[in-house]
């Protein structure tokens, strides 16, 4: 485990560098970019966005409108899709992961195991083989969170209970190879192995983040992961070989608030959902973000 080191307050990026992309959401925690070129959000009240011109909000800095598309019914937390812009929906109130198509149907995709109901379910990212890795938080403090593998059809398992201290936010490595988990209370970084049967391996370490409450994770093209905390307003750059540097932070709270999930979009784009206030931000990174995985799963 490295040590944390923070760059200069000179070279920290602050609430200036974030463009507003959207506005007027319902305090949304999940952010995704979809093969489609739209950028999907979700909101407390279960509410599915999705923002097709945020292009025009890079290139003149105005917001623009968003399209509410779809009610979980729920609280919508984190967000994955496949190659047809099926949206994957962690829903907190329902205790389930919901699939939703891009006319707005919603089903239930999964709902835990028989013996291991889902809770908390926190955070979807897809796999190369198109399984499904979701994070069930647990309660908070009580570290007994877990991770489920849902196979594409929806056979869902248990993977693994070893990240178990609120686990939040979820990455795939750029080479496929590794899970990496935000574990909310550690607080840090860390990552499993994924096997060629889809199960995970044994747990390491990447980095603790004292005094932080780690939620959202990116990594990109070149192996750099992007960390960010719903406390404090804050988004670290972690290294390949795990040194963490504060990358962007907001004091005040008021451009990065309660930053929760981020998402890579085209170029070397970074989009921030705000879980505090009611808009989506972006911000430019040194590089651009890693391919994620979009499988084509039978409708």
Request: charged letters at 15%; proline letters at 10%.
């Amino acid at each position: 485990m490295a040590p944390i080191t923070q760059i200069t307050p000179m070279a920290t990026l602050g609430a200036s560098a974030v463009t507003t992309l959207v506005e007027d959401l319902d305090h949304p925690e999940g952010v995704a970019f979809g093969l489609d070129g739209l950028l999907y959000a979700g909101g407390e009240a279960g509410q599915l966005y999705r923002i097709r011109a945020w292009r025009d909000a890079l290139a003149t800095s105005r917001p623009v409108p968003a399209e509410h598309f779809a009610t979980t019914g729920g609280f919508v937390l984190g967000l994955a899709l496949d190659s047809r812009s099926n949206l994957y929906a962690c829903d907190l109130k329902r205790h389930q992961v919901l699939r939703v198509s891009p006319t707005g149907d919603v089903a239930i995709y999964s709902a835990g195991t028989p013996d291991t109901p889902m809770r908390t379910p926190n955070y979807p990212v897809f796999d190369t083989a198109g399984r499904l890795y979701v994070s069930d938080s647990g309660a908070w403090e009580q570290n007994d969170g877990l991770i489920y593998r849902i196979d594409p059809g929806g056979a869902t398992h248990a993977a693994t209970r070893t990240p178990h201290r609120f686990p939040n936010g979820l990455a795939l490595s750029p080479d496929g190879a590794w899970l990496y988990v935000a574990e909310s209370t550690l607080p840090g970084v860390t990552r499993l192995p994924i096997l060629p049967d889809g199960g995970l391996g044994p747990l390491v370490e990447v980095v603790r983040l004292p005094g932080t409450v780690p939620d959202g994770l990116a990594f990109d093209a070149t192996g750099v992961l992007y960390v960010s905390c719903y406390r404090p307003d804050r988004i670290y750059r972690v290294s390949p070989g795990g040194e963490a540097t504060i990358f962007a932070e907001d004091p005040l709270g008021t451009a990065l608030a309660a930053p929760t999930n981020v998402a890579f979009l085209e170029g070397s784009w970074m989009a921030i959902a705000s879980l505090g206030r009611w808009h989506l931000g972006a911000i430019h990174t040194p590089a651009p973000g890693a391919p994620l995985h979009y499988p084509h799963l039978a409708p």
